[in-house]
């Protein structure tokens, strides 16, 4: 029969038994030296960990791209989609023609407090001196030259004054005295070094293409509306700056873009034109050239940009803040750098590499009342010690299903800002455990996997208990609300209405205020101190070291939501070494 057929073997086979022994099933797992073999351009670095408990060293193996200096996920569809892309061409001529970089020194350790020290004047293939544009930078014109001055050293300054008007106090007991510029940061990072002058950018091969801009910025003219410097040592000049990605863009931001002075915006770097010409007014963008993100050249390799204001999704915005530190460019980064340690903290080290800041959106640490609320709880301790701690942010209007899967989710979008807060008040940073709950109420994000409402529970090293409730529905006003509750009182910043009017239970909302409104102020105090690092006057606020804490602290957030279980921090050191392999 044919079915007996089938069965019997192939002529000359072996028998079961006689065959070469090896795995029964699966296949065997690729090391990183086996991805650094198959593809040329990657090699595998060692990073030696410091001594942990037992006093032993361990050698952690990393897997980078020789030519962009970055680390690589070990997955073969991340390999070849950075292998394939614009970036790494760019960056692989320009080590052919100029020999390659000095290593990056990436930090690895258990310990985020302690890490490896910087090199902050080794030369990079595209730094720059800091300028700070004199006479009228928003003119072009072949004869038309610019003063370009170092940035003068930097220091310690306090960052925005405090209003008080949107506390309300509970507490017994008032200190004895009270500075009246409150520290913004629970560390106080050293200042920038002085650096070294360095060779210009090599220019561009797209220098001479076309450029594709909207039909109202047909030059970078100078107009009325752009204002300029009257502080003392940068007197009669403006900041050039350029902008990455505008659609998922804070409006608060824009609108300090546009009305802050002493800063152009020379450049706007966005594929989607309508998006661009909502976010600004035709009188704005008058000044400001608007290129395609295959044009990025011509912005980085632009003398007379100082600073790259970065927009664009934590999955792109990496590539973006690196590019432009090697310019020379100092970076403000809206969102998150990267959603990955490793990609993120690579971000911070070329910074310091490079000798040029690079300041991260956690906006919040810079509203007023926070600040104020900052000033009571951590320098003249009204509160004691530290029991308690609530918070609310229901965002609106909602933010839009692409930005959130874009944007890493709830937990990297919203929750992140109130864990920097929350660390920065307690002066601790990370919770001992952590659990969170949340739900899926709308079922567009129940299909992308991710929830639109979550509570958060944290107990802190010093016992201090705090709560986070999130949610993306709100529907006639945000609600953004902080407790604080100490052994000798109570803080809280309630919304600020502007009426002063507080509504229960009608139909009609009194006053809609977006989440844009409500941290404008913040928006701006925040933009103002990247402007201020930009001019050396003063370090970036948030750390290296804080920055990583605070996504890490994110993704146990998540990690607990996911698997239905609280997760204990005090014995998860973060570990630089884990590394994901796929099975070929």
């Known amino acids: 029969m044919r079915g007996s057929a089938l069965c019997r073997p192939r002529k000359g086979a072996r028998p079961a038994a006689a065959r070469a022994p090896g795995p029964a099933m699966g296949r065997k797992k690729k090391t990183l030296h086996d991805y650094a073999a198959e593809f040329t351009d990657l090699g595998v670095k060692r990073h030696l960990l410091e001594p942990g408990g037992a006093g032993e060293s361990s050698v952690v193996e990393t897997l980078y791209c020789k030519s962009c200096e970055l680390p690589m996920r070990v997955r073969r569809d991340r390999i070849l989609e950075h292998l394939s892309s614009g970036r790494h061409y760019r960056n692989r001529r320009l080590v052919k023609q100029h020999g390659p970089r000095a290593p990056i020194l990436l930090s690895a350790g258990s310990d985020l407090g302690t890490s490896l020290s910087m090199q902050l004047d080794t030369p990079s293939l595209l730094s720059q001196p800091s300028f700070i544009l004199s006479t009228n930078p928003c003119i072009t014109s072949t004869g038309t030259s610019y003063g370009m001055v170092p940035s003068p050293p930097s220091y310690h300054k306090s960052l925005i004054p405090v209003h008080p008007s949107a506390i309300s106090s509970t507490t017994s007991v008032t200190s004895a005295r009270?500075?009246?510029?409150?520290?913004?940061?629970?560390?106080?990072?050293?200042?920038?070094?002085?650096?070294?002058?360095?060779?210009?950018?090599?220019?561009?091969?797209?220098?001479?293409?076309?450029?594709?801009?909207?039909?109202?910025?047909?030059?970078?003219?100078?107009?009325?509306?752009?204002?300029?410097?009257?502080?003392?040592?940068?007197?009669?000049?403006?900041?050039?700056?350029?902008?990455?990605?505008?659609?998922?863009?804070?409006?608060?931001?824009?609108?300090?873009?546009?009305?802050?002075?002493?800063?152009?915006?020379?450049?706007?770097?966005?594929?989607?034109?309508?998006?661009?010409?909502?976010?600004?007014?035709?009188?704005?963008?008058?000044?400001?050239?608007?290129?395609?993100?295959?044009?990025?050249?011509?912005?980085?390799?632009d003398q007379r940009v100082s600073g790259a204001i970065v927009c664009s999704p934590p999955e792109a915005a990496s590539e973006i803040v690196i590019d432009a530190l090697r310019a020379g460019k100092g970076v403000f980064c809206e969102k998150l750098p990267s959603l990955d340690r490793q990609t993120a903290e690579a971000c911070f080290d070329e910074a310091d590499r490079c000798g040029r800041p690079l300041v991260c959106g956690f906006y919040k640490r810079f509203d007023p009342a926070l600040q104020f609320l900052y000033k009571k709880v951590h320098d003249s301790q009204a509160l004691g010690r530290i029991h308690r701690i609530s918070t609310v942010s229901s965002i609106y209007p909602a933010a839009s299903l692409s930005f959130l899967k874009k944007s890493g989710g709830i937990f990297y979008n919203a929750a992140v800002h109130d864990i920097d807060i929350i660390s920065l008040l307690l002066g601790e940073s990370a919770p001992d455990t952590i659990f969170s709950l949340g739900h899926a109420f709308c079922a567009d994000m129940a299909y992308l996997k991710d929830a639109d409402t979550v509570a958060v529970s944290m107990k802190f090293p010093s016992g201090a208990i705090v709560t986070?409730?999130?949610?993306?529905?709100?529907?006639?006003?945000?609600?953004?609300?902080?407790?604080?509750?100490?052994?000798?009182?109570?803080?809280?910043?309630?919304?600020?209405?502007?009426?002063?009017?507080?509504?229960?239970?009608?139909?009609?909302?009194?006053?809609?205020?977006?989440?844009?409104?409500?941290?404008?102020?913040?928006y701006r105090e925040l933009f103002r101190h990247f402007l201020r690092t930009l001019?050396?006057?003063?370090?970036?606020?948030?750390?290296?070291?804080?920055?990583?804490w605070t996504i890490q602290v994110a993704a146990a957030a998540e990690q607990s939501w996911r698997n239905g279980s609280a997760v204990d921090l005090r014995n998860e050191a973060i570990d630089v070494s884990l590394i994901k392999t796929e099975i070929m």
């Open 535 to 548: 001019k050396g006057k003063e370090p970036p606020v948030i750390t290296k070291e804080q920055f990583l």
């Open 178 to 301: 009270e500075d009246q510029k409150p520290s913004t940061s629970t560390s106080h990072p050293s200042a920038f070094a002085a650096l070294h002058m360095r060779n210009a950018p090599v220019p561009s091969k797209q220098s001479a293409q076309r450029l594709v801009i909207s039909e109202a910025s047909n030059s970078v003219a100078s107009g009325g509306s752009v204002g300029r410097y009257s502080s003392s040592g940068t007197s009669g000049s403006n900041i050039g700056l350029a902008l990455f990605g505008v659609g998922l863009g804070n409006k608060a931001l824009f609108q300090s873009l546009m009305e802050e002075n002493g800063c152009c915006l020379l450049y706007i770097v966005e594929d989607q034109l309508p998006e661009v010409e909502r976010a600004f007014n035709t009188e704005f963008l008058a000044n400001t050239r608007v290129l395609r993100q295959q044009d990025a050249d011509i912005v980085l390799n």
């Open 468 to 522: 986070l409730d999130v949610s993306q529905h709100c529907t006639k006003s945000c609600d953004q609300r902080l407790e604080v509750h100490g052994s000798q009182g109570t803080l809280r910043v309630d919304n600020q209405n502007p009426l002063g009017i507080t509504e229960h239970g009608t139909s009609v909302s009194i006053y809609s205020q977006t989440q844009a409104d409500r941290y404008k102020e913040a």
